[in-house]
């Protein structure tokens, strides 16, 4: 009967006796089945100890009684057996490389497996671990034959102890080796080469050969490094240096194990004096150009123990994310990656690095972000408890991630206001630019209402570029006044709809007062908005447009089906209704002077200026003006590129018109009369619009034409009254001109000729 069979029938011994069964009980049987098993694996064992030790040499008992000592785990008697049976047997690979692993397993002295490792080679050089070792260091220029003269020296032990078909397949074997190894380029390559012209016996493979030569040739390359590392005078530090600019050329090279290779030599050169940055290059040449997750963990996993810093752990937890290790592994690491933190940067890089970390964790799993939000809040008090109030000065990146994350990803405007109040509270409160971050923030994820009293302490805060502020709130009005213009949704039309109410709906619940267009554009404007920059007064002059106070605003009206209803157009003023400047204005406008028309026929407009364009030129160009009066950009000392030239008659405006598209330094200027015109009103336009059949269009014309080359080459058909170039704005021709002539059908003759070839471009009149 077996156990399980006992225990039941006693169970039910007992219930049948009306006796319930405790845990004690329970323990106390589970307790006298493990002692059996225990038992009997004792038993066995002895069974095996006495064959071996009345018969040390029994070869295949002893490897049992191992087996059965490492099965039981019990390890000081394993490793008493183990050195018995190396000292009598020459154990295989096998019995060496699973000695290794337990005593690696048991966090034994880095001497003792060492030794090990020393036993084992001596036992048998098995392919195995001459391959781990070629692998390891085949490649160093500076030590590579050591490795490979005892890989070679073994197998051609092997290959004399053979004889006919055996050792033809073997040779093939050796021969194999040798072209591996004369393909490294190392120090020793010319007597490698003779070793093996001796072993082929003059039967050189030509593959071999070819990659000697190739690699006798990069062999002359890396002498010069190898021979400036054997100084035994040089410092680490010079030492470090050398060998980076030997990584550098072995990169260029392309060869990915070698570059490998360098670095590993450069990590062992410097393993008394930990150096971070190389393990950082290390690592990044790992990441962005071997691409392999698991190489680059193993050498984070020895970096981050060698020379740990924030740096390290955070390209360690990326390259695990990578490897796609177990989000319980990865959360396991981050306790110790604090513990490397300093200084706030580093605080602030590493956290940053983790975040975004389980943010994208939470996005491609179950898009719970709470874990994110936590991470946060834990970030910030903790540095900040660790190095003060500027924490994250001066750029507060850090907090405006936070704030992002709660409007855009976690829904919660109100705690992100808040986070954006503390950065403009604690030093970010001059910068119009951080108020405009958080304004955008709040109008497109939070409620404009709150945009707009962002903007409105804005003004009164923010100490540079005040224009920008102005337009910002601009378009928040404007924005106000279209969602207060939106018709309210029927309760029941929401309800059929069964879409809820979302938290970024700029629209105000029930219970609260809407946003009128008159409140937005009067009532609540606050000063500062009603101040005109001398730049806008300026435009306006030009335009004819009425002040604030002049122009009322008409009430947004919203018929039946709920559309806003559009109003009539207003009349246009006549110049009598326009009202004086007053006399203590700084400029006096053109469109409202106290002589009427009179004054604006003594003006003309000037524009296409460059922006550094002196009056004195125009004073050059115009030298009866009275006045040059440029349109200033804001606070700078540029200005817009347009103008106005004042003159003393009529007579010289008029003869002023004849400089339009004067060229200045190649740029044409535009000269134009003064006629204001109401707002909505468009320019009249200053050209004909009727059939010129005297007039041509020229495509195709040279880029380096000028207009009296143009005219000469035309003139063949008849006279030339005029020729014009089109120029961009810059002054640089279109490619295209206007030719007027005298009579149509000079105009008729150029249309019908054939070529018409100019700088040696046919041009085509049209």
Same mark, same amino acid.
Request: aromatic share 8%; net charge negative.
């Given at each position: 009967?077996?156990?399980?069979?006992?225990?039941?029938?006693?169970?039910?011994?007992?219930?049948?006796?009306?006796?319930?069964?405790?845990?004690?009980?329970?323990?106390?049987?589970?307790?006298?089945?493990?002692?059996?098993?225990?038992?009997?694996?004792?038993?066995?064992?002895?069974?095996?100890?006495?064959?071996?030790?009345?018969?040390?040499?029994?070869?295949?008992?002893?490897?049992?009684?191992?087996?059965?000592?490492?099965?039981?785990?019990?390890?000081?008697?394993?490793?008493?057996?183990?050195?018995?049976?190396?000292?009598?047997?020459?154990?295989?690979?096998?019995?060496?490389?699973?000695?290794?692993?337990?005593?690696?397993?048991?966090?034994?002295?880095?001497?003792?497996?060492?030794?090990?490792?020393?036993?084992?080679?001596?036992?048998?050089?098995?392919?195995?671990?001459?391959?781990?070792?070629?692998?390891?260091?085949?490649?160093?220029?500076?030590?590579?034959?050591?490795?490979?003269?005892?890989?070679?020296?073994?197998?051609?032990?092997?290959?004399?102890?053979?004889?006919?078909?055996?050792?033809?397949?073997?040779?093939?074997?050796?021969?194999?080796?040798?072209?591996?190894?004369?393909?490294?380029?190392?120090?020793?390559?010319?007597?490698?080469?003779?070793? /093996? @012209?001796?072993?082929?016996?003059?039967?050189?493979?030509? #593959?071999?050969?070819?990659? $000697?030569? *190739? +690699? =006798?040739? !990069? %062999?002359?390359?890396?002498?010069?490094?190898?021979?400036?590392?054997?100084?035994?005078?040089?410092?680490?530090?010079?030492?470090?240096?050398?060998?980076?600019?030997?990584?550098?050329?072995?990169?260029?090279?392309?060869?990915?194990?070698?570059?490998?290779?360098?670095?590993?030599?450069?990590?062992?050169?410097?393993?008394?004096?930990?150096?971070?940055?190389?393990?950082?290059?290390?690592?990044?040449?790992?990441?962005?150009?071997?691409?392999?997750?698991?190489?680059?963990?193993?050498? /984070? @996993?020895?970096?981050?123990?060698?020379?740990?810093?924030? #740096?390290?752990?955070?390209? $360690?937890? *990326? +390259? =695990?994310? !990578? %490897?796609?290790?177990?989000?319980?592994?990865?959360?396991?690491?981050?306790?110790?990656?604090?513990?490397?933190?300093?200084?706030?940067?580093?605080?602030?890089?590493?956290?940053?690095?983790?975040?975004?970390?389980?943010?994208?964790?939470?996005?491609?799993?179950?898009?719970?972000?709470?874990?994110?939000?936590?991470?946060?809040?834990?970030?910030?008090?903790?540095?900040?408890?660790?190095?003060?109030?500027?924490?994250?000065?001066?750029?507060?990146?850090?907090?405006?991630?936070?704030?992002?994350?709660?409007?855009?990803?976690?829904?919660?405007?109100?705690?992100?206001?808040?986070?954006?109040?503390?950065? =403009?509270?604690?030093?970010?409160?001059?910068?119009?630019?951080?108020?405009?971050?958080?304004?955008?923030?709040?109008?497109?994820?939070?409620?404009?209402?709150?945009?707009?009293?962002?903007?409105?302490?804005?003004?009164?805060?923010?100490?540079?570029?005040?224009?920008?502020?102005?337009?910002?709130?601009?378009?928040?009005?404007?924005?106000?006044?279209?969602?207060?213009?939106?018709?309210?949704?029927?309760?029941?039309?929401?309800?059929?709809?069964?879409?809820?109410?979302?938290?970024?709906?700029?629209?105000?619940?029930?219970?609260?007062?809407?946003?009128?267009?008159?409140?937005?554009?009067?009532?609540?404007?606050?000063?500062?908005?009603?101040?005109?920059?001398?730049?806008?007064?300026?435009?306006?002059?030009?335009?004819?447009?009425?002040?604030?106070?002049?122009?009322?605003?008409?009430?947004?009206?919203?018929?039946?089906?709920?559309?806003?209803?559009?109003?009539?157009?207003?009349?246009?003023?006549?110049?009598?209704?326009?009202?004086?400047?007053?006399?203590?204005?700084?400029?006096?406008?053109?469109?409202?002077?106290?002589?009427?028309?009179?004054?604006?026929?003594?003006?003309?407009?000037?524009?296409?200026?460059?922006?550094?364009?002196?009056?004195?030129?125009?004073?050059?160009?115009?030298?009866?003006?009275?006045?040059?009066?440029?349109?200033?950009?804001?606070?700078?000392?540029?200005?817009?590129?347009?103008?106005?030239?004042?003159?003393?008659?009529?007579?010289?405006?008029?003869?002023?018109?004849?400089?339009?598209?004067?060229?200045?330094?190649?740029?044409?200027?535009?000269?134009?009369?003064?006629?204001?015109?109401?707002?909505?009103?468009?320019?009249?336009?200053?050209?004909?619009?009727?059939?010129?059949?005297?007039?041509?269009?020229?495509?195709?014309?040279?880029?380096?034409?000028?207009?009296?080359?143009?005219?000469?080459?035309?003139?063949?058909?008849?006279?030339?009254?005029?020729?014009?170039?089109?120029?961009?704005?810059?002054?640089?021709?279109?490619?295209?001109?206007?030719?007027?002539?005298?009579?149509?059908?000079?105009?008729?003759?150029?249309?019908?000729?054939?070529?018409?070839?100019?700088?040696?471009?046919?041009?085509?009149?049209?």
């Amino acid at each position: 009967m077996s156990d399980d069979d006992s225990n039941g029938g006693s169970d039910e011994a007992m219930k049948e006796n009306g006796e319930e069964i405790t845990d004690e009980q329970i323990a106390a049987l589970q307790a006298e089945v493990t002692f059996f098993e225990r038992q009997s694996q004792f038993d066995i064992t002895i069974a095996l100890y006495l064959p071996v030790e009345s018969n040390p040499h029994d070869y295949d008992k002893r490897v049992e009684l191992i087996a059965m000592l490492r099965g039981a785990g019990e390890l000081d008697a394993l490793r008493a057996q183990r050195e018995a049976a190396s000292k009598i047997f020459a154990m295989p690979p096998k019995f060496w490389m699973e000695w290794i692993d337990d005593e690696k397993t048991c966090e034994s002295d880095k001497e003792i497996i060492k030794s090990l490792f020393e036993r084992a080679i001596n036992d048998f050089h098995s392919p195995e671990k001459m391959e781990e070792a070629v692998g390891l260091i085949g490649l160093r220029a500076d030590c590579a034959s050591t490795v490979w003269n005892i890989y070679l020296d073994f197998e051609k032990m092997i290959l004399r102890s053979l004889e006919g078909e055996e050792a033809d397949k073997y040779r093939l074997l050796v021969d194999g080796i040798y072209a591996r190894f004369l393909r490294i380029p190392h120090l020793d390559i010319e007597q490698t080469w003779a070793e /093996y @012209e001796t072993f082929a016996g003059g039967n050189e493979s030509e #593959a071999v050969r070819s990659s $000697y030569q *190739s +690699a =006798l040739k !990069r %062999t002359s390359e890396i002498a010069a490094f190898e021979r400036r590392l054997e100084d035994d005078s040089l410092s680490v530090d010079d030492q470090l240096n050398i060998l980076s600019e030997y990584i550098e050329m072995e990169m260029q090279g392309g060869d990915p194990s070698r570059v490998q290779m360098m670095f590993e030599r450069a990590i062992v050169t410097t393993a008394s004096e930990p150096k971070a940055n190389l393990w950082l290059q290390y690592g990044s040449w790992l990441d962005s150009s071997l691409k392999i997750p698991s190489v680059a963990v193993k050498v /984070y @996993e020895r970096a981050i123990r060698h020379a740990p810093c924030t #740096a390290l752990w955070q390209q $360690y937890l *990326s +390259a =695990l994310e !990578r %490897t796609q290790c177990p989000a319980d592994v990865i959360d396991s690491k981050w306790l110790l990656a604090k513990e490397t933190i300093w200084t706030a940067d580093e605080g602030l890089s590493l956290y940053r690095t983790y975040i975004y970390l389980m943010r994208r964790r939470a996005a491609t799993q179950d898009g719970d972000y709470s874990k994110v939000l936590e991470l946060f809040e834990e970030g910030a008090a903790f540095l900040q408890e660790r190095f003060g109030q500027h924490w994250d000065s001066p750029k507060a990146q850090f907090r405006k991630n936070f704030a992002m994350f709660l409007y855009t990803i976690a829904k919660l405007p109100d705690k992100g206001r808040k986070v954006w109040n503390d950065i =403009l509270a604690s030093g970010s409160g001059h910068l119009a630019a951080a108020w405009l971050e958080a304004v955008n923030l709040e109008r497109f994820f939070g409620r404009i209402e709150n945009a707009r009293k962002m903007l409105y302490r804005a003004i009164n805060s923010a100490s540079d570029h005040p224009y920008l502020l102005d337009k910002a709130l601009e378009k928040v009005n404007a924005q106000a006044a279209r969602v207060a213009a939106r018709p309210p949704k029927k309760k029941g039309e929401q309800e059929r709809s069964g879409r809820p109410r979302k938290e970024n709906d700029f629209r105000e619940p029930k219970g609260k007062e809407e946003i009128t267009a008159a409140k937005v554009d009067g009532e609540q404007r606050s000063p500062e908005k009603e101040r005109k920059s001398p730049q806008e007064k300026a435009k306006r002059q030009h335009d004819g447009e009425a002040t604030d106070d002049q122009e009322k605003k008409a009430k947004v009206v919203i018929d039946e089906d709920g559309f806003a209803v559009p109003t009539m157009p207003a009349v246009p003023r006549k110049k009598d209704d326009v009202s004086v400047v007053s006399s203590n204005s700084t400029e006096t406008p053109s469109s409202s002077t106290t002589n009427g028309s009179q004054d604006l026929a003594k003006t003309v407009f000037i524009s296409n200026l460059d922006f550094k364009l002196p009056k004195e030129r125009i004073l050059e160009i115009f030298p009866n003006a009275k006045e040059v009066r440029f349109i200033q950009r804001g606070m700078s000392k540029l200005h817009k590129g347009f103008g106005y030239v004042d003159f003393e008659t009529a007579d010289e405006a008029r003869e002023a018109l004849s400089k339009d598209r004067h060229l200045i330094d190649g740029r044409p200027m535009y000269v134009s009369e003064n006629k204001p015109h109401e707002r909505g009103q468009r320019n009249e336009f200053r050209y004909a619009t009727n059939l010129e059949k005297n007039k041509l269009f020229v495509s195709n014309v040279h880029y380096d034409a000028t207009a009296d080359q143009v005219k000469e080459v035309f003139a063949m058909f008849g006279a030339v009254r005029d020729v014009r170039i089109v120029t961009h704005k810059s002054g640089k021709s279109k490619g295209c001109a206007y030719v007027e002539f005298e009579e149509e059908s000079a105009a008729s003759a150029a249309i019908k000729a054939e070529d018409i070839v100019l700088l040696g471009t046919i041009s085509i009149p049209l």
